[in-house]
């Protein structure tokens, strides 16, 4: 079977196993790296990218099923020598990464949460990341963080990453 | 000292952006369409005699290119005594034991060619727990233990009990005949923690030139090195080990795995070949925090005063020794280098059995062994009706007392830190009314680590445009030691900024020796190598500097780039223009330097079969949790913890800080829901995220953390580590203040609400130890 789908903004095509998740495309044919396969069970959400703008995780999505929709990974969210995503630039700012692994996935799911909440509270940003597992922080940092990118976004009266999804 | 303001700061970390835009490349990301796959054939019986294995037919499916077994790699590894092999051969000792790796040219076609090897097992009667271990009549786990070479002489063994260390010091008889003394026993158990790191353990191997090639994530480069020399019986000097960014360690990448087996496929095919596991092989396999059986004894005079103590220690090694028999060795400092105690004997035990083998993860032994010290402490003083705190401060550890093993310890740290967690506990107030009609505990819990020196080098180029280049066999697994007190160090010592000196990753044919990155040791002991290295760098900076500007070295100082006159702020010349002088007349210039243990002498007769008889650099910390319970549900909710970590010098406070906040939750997990269950055939029945309860970001609250400075270390500027440390008393804290909280001992972790609901209705039944003799004596090899 043949999919079409657009990848970071270009057209793409699969021909293969319809059942294929998304994840494995991704990482193997297309070498987009950090989108992560770490459960592959849809917990740890290291493998979140966008599709059609909502964060999904990819090790879930067959890719028959993105026919026809546009799939952001996390190479696509700033690419080249773009400015960061303000949550990025965030967690970069507060000394919030680690190992590492965890972040591309918790930048894609955040990004589509703080553009779609930007009144977000702690509590409900907590809530948001119950599909995003770290291992290594224990996650006050990032919290921190989003809740500082929030107030910052209100504070210039944008809504976060707007310019980029 | 001059050096300290230009050293300490919050540097933020260099590998963050990359990170962050998913650029960084982990092992894992590292896979070419060029490289064969190799998937792993795995014991389905936790025990047998392997009675048949014909890899003929696999050897001839399409895309196979070659299939290794144990007779391929017989050389055997461990850690104090060489019980391993790299696959299976002959016997079966676990399940999920590799038996035969196939390589193929993708991973499907591999697979393929595993379901038609032939293997007939004899299954046997597997050794599940450490008591069906102990029984006289028990079969044993490796039959030809005797034969096995010991890599480190001193420990006890006999049959299924892999190592033996004991610490002895004083009359413990004596003092448990006391007539003025209460004897206080306690028992507690506790199972394993898995690690979970994001990235599974997985190695891209290639043979070039003769030689093995092994990209991998590990912690300890220079073991894998040796392994793989010694299963595949290579000289090491012919296994080359280079790591990318780990992504997350914990300890679990502190021992060699599969790692070899990808250079044994390589020099078979003359292809590289990456071998990964898969979730469910990592988490089946993982060498988890070893499940552990603990009895403490204390003879305690109605003031307070502990005239003796003994305790046993039963640590599940799983199939084989592995870090288990080193750890033996820590039983004597986490049970005995907390308390000023008159009398002590504890013996500790690795035990075989046919479940998969344990290793190391933070605070290893520590962790379990803190928390039934502190229980037991709690009990003590329930028995005798001491105030928990009081008994504390008076019994804590002091300058000049004695551990287990006769070290006399250095300073007085934990009363002034206990001091300190009173003023922090001040400062934050307390969460009793968040309890809201639940039951509430408070407890506070102190705990002593290490730090693991050891042997570590580093190398400094100076470079002609005022760089350096710092080369060390040191790995970034995320604590940030690599890209941030590293350079900062060496930033510091020749008058930089850290973004000036560059960072080389580990590559065991550039850099020298190294212990690995673990027990709380890179910034101590690189750190220490590479202060050693810039003092020979500045050594030769400032003689060439001296005869460019006519004045004597110890006239001139290293500031902003600059090698300036004492006292004259933009005299002299620029560190490049030196540079470029020492090239052109006496050679570019690059410094070395060592470092590894003091060796800190116990007293002679106290230690038998430890690795470490006394600790170079010990470590302290206090833990303070405040938690409701609700006694519908059993369900614990942390409502506050505050941490006074004994850091030395704090180089970054900002990322030690991240480090306690990360592994206090680990520590919440292991005390609270992360759970691992053996099955009745030998499996670890959590071997996926759905079924290993992970901690969330909504079961964790800010930790509030004050970092003690000051306590005496032998680390460079007066370092300790400091990212192993936090998850050490989190255990004992917790399950301190759920046992207050619900006024019933607690004995076991972690603290699952059907387990604490248990407790409340006294249905939970008390550890019983029936293999651990009543007299201390009868539980050692004498």
Same mark, same amino acid.
């Given at each position: 079977m043949t999919v079409t789908f657009q990848l970071n903004g270009e057209d793409c095509s699969f021909h293969g196993d319809p059942m294929t998740p998304l994840v494995d495309i991704l990482r193997r044919e297309r070498f987009l790296t950090g989108t992560k396969a770490v459960c592959r069970e849809g917990f740890c959400g290291a493998c979140t990218v966008h599709v059609d703008d909502e964060a999904v995780p990819s090790c879930l999505k067959p890719i028959g099923l993105v026919q026809g929709c546009a799939v952001t990974t996390i190479e696509g969210l700033s690419s080249g020598n773009q400015a960061l995503h303000p949550l990025q630039a965030n967690f970069e700012a507060a000394d919030a990464v680690q190992c590492g692994m965890c972040f591309p996935g918790m930048v894609m799911s955040l990004s589509a949460f703080v553009r779609d909440n930007p009144h977000a509270s702690r509590p409900e940003i907590k809530a948001a990341m119950v599909g995003n597992i770290c291992r290594c922080t224990g996650y006050e940092r990032i919290v921190d963080a989003v809740a500082d990118c929030l107030d910052q976004a209100r504070k210039a009266g944008q809504s976060v990453g707007g310019i980029h999804v | 000292m001059s050096e300290l303001s230009a050293t300490v700061m919050n540097l933020p970390r260099r590998d963050a952006q990359d990170k962050l835009r998913g650029r960084t490349k982990y092992t894992n990301d590292r896979v070419r369409p060029d490289m064969l796959h190799a998937v792993l054939l795995r014991s389905p019986v936790p025990a047998g005699h392997i009675r048949k294995l014909d890899v003929s037919a696999a050897l001839r499916? &399409?895309?196979?290119r070659a299939v290794a077994t144990g007779a391929d790699a017989p050389g055997l590894y461990g850690i104090?005594? =060489?019980?391993? &092999?790299?696959l299976a051969i002959d016997t079966i000792r676990y399940h999920g034991e590799p038996i035969a790796v196939v390589a193929a040219e993708t991973e499907k076609q591999a697979r393929a060619a595993l379901a038609v090897i032939v293997l007939e097992v004899e299954p046997l009667a597997p050794v599940s727990t450490m008591a069906e271990a102990l029984q006289p009549a028990a079969r044993l786990v490796h039959e030809g233990w005797r034969g096995y070479e010991v890599i480190t002489e001193g420990g006890a063994r006999a049959g299924n009990i892999a190592w033996e260390a004991k610490s002895s010091r004083g009359d413990v008889d004596a003092a448990f005949a006391r007539p003025d003394i209460r004897i206080v026993e306690s028992s507690f158990t506790v199972g394993r923690q898995s690690h979970v790191p994001f990235e599974p353990r997985v190695a891209i191997g290639s043979w070039e030139d003769g030689r093995a090639h092994i990209q991998t994530s590990t912690q300890v480069p220079w073991t894998v090195r040796n392994v793989t020399g010694r299963v595949m019986q290579l000289a090491p000097g012919r296994v080359r080990v280079t790591v990318p960014p780990v992504g997350g360690g914990f300890g679990l990448k502190f021992d060699a795995s599969i790692e070899p087996i990808t250079a044994l496929l390589a020099r078979m095919t003359g292809r590289t070949v990456v071998l990964e596991n898969t979730r469910q092989e990592e988490m089946a396999t993982c060498l988890c925090r070893e499940n552990a059986e603990i009895r403490i004894r204390s003879a305690v005079t109605?003031? %307070?005063?502990?005239?003796g103590r003994e305790a046993v220690v039963l640590m599940d090694c799983g199939a084989y020794g592995g870090e288990q028999v080193f750890l033996t060795t820590m039983t004597a400092h986490t049970l005995a280098g907390n308390y000023r105690v008159g009398a002590t004997r504890l013996v500790s035990r690795a035990v075989y059995t046919n479940t998969p083998p344990n290793g190391a993860f933070r605070a290893c032994n520590g962790v379990y062994n803190t928390f039934a010290l502190e229980r037991h402490t709690d009990e003590i003083c329930d028995a005798l009706g001491l105030d928990p705190m009081e008994f504390r401060k008076k019994n804590v550890l002091g300058d000049g007392d004695l551990g287990a093993t006769g070290q006399v310890f250095e300073a007085d740290v934990l009363v002034p830190m206990l001091d300190r967690m009173e003023a922090l506990r001040a400062s934050t107030g307390?969460?009793? =009314?968040?309890?809201d009609g639940r039951l509430y505990g408070i407890a506070t819990t102190v705990g002593t680590w290490f730090v693991f020196v050891g042997p570590s080098t580093a190398t400094v180029n100076l470079n002609a445009d005022g760089s350096a280049t710092l080369v060390t066999s040191g790995v970034e697994i995320g604590s940030g030691t690599m890209v941030q007190s590293l350079p900062q160090i060496v930033a510091g010592q020749l008058g930089l900024a850290p973004d000036q000196v560059i960072v080389r990753e580990a590559d065991t044919d550039a850099a020298g020796l190294d212990v690995g990155v %673990? %027990?709380?040791?890179t910034t101590v002991s690189i750190g220490a190598a590479s202060l050693a290295a810039c003092a020979e760098v500045r050594e030769k900076l400032l003689r060439t500097a001296g005869e460019m500007l006519q004045t004597r070295p110890e006239d001139l100082v290293l500031r902003d780039g600059r090698v300036e006159i004492t006292g004259r702020p933009g005299s002299g010349m620029s560190i490049p223009a030196v540079v470029a002088h020492a090239q052109a007349t006496t050679g570019p210039i690059t410094g070395s330097g060592a470092f590894t243990a003091r060796n800190t002498p116990a007293m002679s007769g106290c230690a038998m079969g430890h690795f470490i008889d006394a600790l170079d650099i010990p470590v302290f910390v206090v833990h303070e949790a405040e938690v409701a319970v609700? &006694?519908?549900?059993?369900h614990v909710e942390v409502l506050a913890y505050r941490v006074v970590q004994d850091v030395g010098r704090a180089l970054n406070p900002r990322a030690i800080l991240g480090q306690i906040q990360g592994g206090v939750v680990q520590g919440l997990g292991y005390a609270l829901h992360e759970e691992v269950t053996l099955t009745a055939d030998g499996r670890i029945a959590q071997d996926d995220f759905e079924t290993y309860r992970l901690p969330l970001a909504q079961d964790v609250i800010p930790v509030a953390a004050d970092l003690y400075e000051g306590a005496p270390s032998m680390g460079p500027l007066g370092t300790k580590g400091a990212g192993e440390v936090p998850i050490l008393a989190v255990g004992a804290a917790i399950g301190c203040a759920v046992a207050r909280a619900i006024g019933k001992p607690v004995r076991q972790l972690p603290l699952t609400p059907p387990r604490v609901l248990r407790l409340l209705h006294e249905r939970e039944p008390p550890p019983e130890f029936p293999h651990i003799a009543p007299g201390w004596a009868s539980n050692t090899l004498g």
């Open positions: - | 499916c &399409p895309g196979v104090g005594i =060489a019980d391993h &092999p790299l109605a003031e %307070g005063y502990i005239a307390t969460s009793e =009314a968040k309890a %673990g %027990g709380g040791r609700d &006694p519908d549900t059993g």
